[in-house]
């Protein structure tokens, strides 16, 4: 397989802080923004191995092979899965969302560019103004366009369904903008990992951003959920976050020791389901309840999660290469995916009633019909 410097060859390699915002972005190609901070999921990796239960996990690419998926008795049939081979490589896949024209568009974090992909398989991708901005997550905007994070060079990009791109300066240096996704007051909130914040962005391009009360929680997914406000997860603070539409914040602790909650999606049943990087698929009520089930491998890395055509949630096990389900009674289901060691990292459901996901360490993008 092949080596990425930049990425997952040599991520105990301690990089350098991304470069501070500056002035607003150009049409014009931007300078380079500097060498950036650990990417998440080396990060999160490299906490989980200090701890006693996972010093076996793999923290480097590839990883090892993991134990066999798990399918639980009175399982429904493996769903069929087929991938399709971004054109550009590396590429580094990493965050995916349904556009407004029926297409997935997705990030390609090493290659600097969005891509857009037809149901059909046919792909498009364009290109960053900003040299090396490492776009990370995307969603559809209430204006009709797709909003995406750039994580090395702190903005907020936007993009046509025809390609044209803008950008947005964070007035945070070093904010490691990373999730996105559409509120319910038509703007697009966002996570700054190491800002340490949430953020809001209009249509317009006006920011708003909101402190966090915990020091350090490291925020990572973000949706809207069922009561109107916008929830997060704080991966190193063992949180789960709500931020109401006009900036009011709460946090609800996870029970169990040890929790890094990472991917979060709204419920079929109007709860909160959330990924843990100690080895859980969990959820919790918009009153702060928490439930929590376990998966095979707790060493499986599981990350995205999304709300499947089924009724289940679907989420993906990025260490443990596996996509997997699991009903709101917490049944869990594990499904390996066709390549071998692919890294998937984010799942969403298509246009065409398919879960999509992306697989990051090997630049593809994996289809799921449940």
Request: proline fraction near 10%; charge should be negative.
């Amino acid at each position: 397989m092949r080596h990425r410097t930049r990425r997952l060859g040599y991520p105990l390699v301690a990089l350098a802080l991304a470069m501070t915002a500056i002035a607003p972005a150009s049409a014009a190609v931007s300078a380079p923004p500097g060498p950036s901070p650990l990417r998440p999921w080396v990060k999160l990796c490299l906490t989980l191995k200090r701890m006693p239960e996972h010093r076996g996990i793999r923290c480097h690419y590839p990883p090892a092979p993991r134990p066999g998926p798990r399918r639980m008795a009175g399982a429904l049939s493996a769903p069929t899965i087929n991938e399709l081979q971004i054109p550009t490589s590396p590429s580094t896949p990493v965050g995916l969302t349904t556009g407004p024209d029926d297409a997935i568009w997705f990030t390609e974090n090493y290659a600097n560019k969005i891509g857009r992909v037809t149901t059909g398989g046919t792909f498009t991708e364009y290109s960053l103004p900003t040299f090396d901005a490492e776009p990370a997550h995307i969603a559809t905007g209430s204006d009709g366009a797709l909003w995406f994070t750039e994580s090395n060079s702190d903005k907020i990009g936007r993009i046509t369904t025809s390609g044209t791109i803008t950008e947005y300066s964070l007035s945070t240096p070093g904010a490691f903008v990373w999730a996105i996704t559409a509120g319910p007051d038509g703007a697009l909130w966002f996570t700054e990992s190491n800002g340490n914040k949430i953020g809001r962005i209009t249509t317009s391009g006006a920011i708003t951003e909101y402190s966090l009360p915990a020091a350090d929680s490291y925020p990572m997914r973000i949706t809207t959920g069922p009561d109107g406000a916008i929830w997060f997860t704080e991966a190193l603070a063992g949180k789960i976050g709500r931020i109401t539409t006009s900036g009011t914040i709460t946090e609800y602790t996870i029970p169990s020791t040890g929790a890094m909650p990472i991917g979060i999606t709204t419920g079929p049943d109007g709860n909160l389901w959330y990924t843990d990087g100690n080895g859980k698929v969990s959820n919790v009520t918009t009153s702060g309840v928490f439930t929590e089930y376990p998966v095979s491998d707790p060493n499986s890395f599981p990350w995205g999660i999304t709300s499947g055509p089924d009724g289940n949630l679907w989420f993906v096990e990025q260490i443990g290469g596996n996509v997997a389900s699991v009903t709101t009674a917490g049944t869990i289901n594990e499904y390996p995916l066709p390549t071998s060691l692919a890294g998937p990292f984010d799942i969403v459901l298509g246009p065409d009633d398919n879960l999509w996901a992306t697989e990051d360490y090997v630049d593809q993008l994996a289809v799921i019909t449940p």
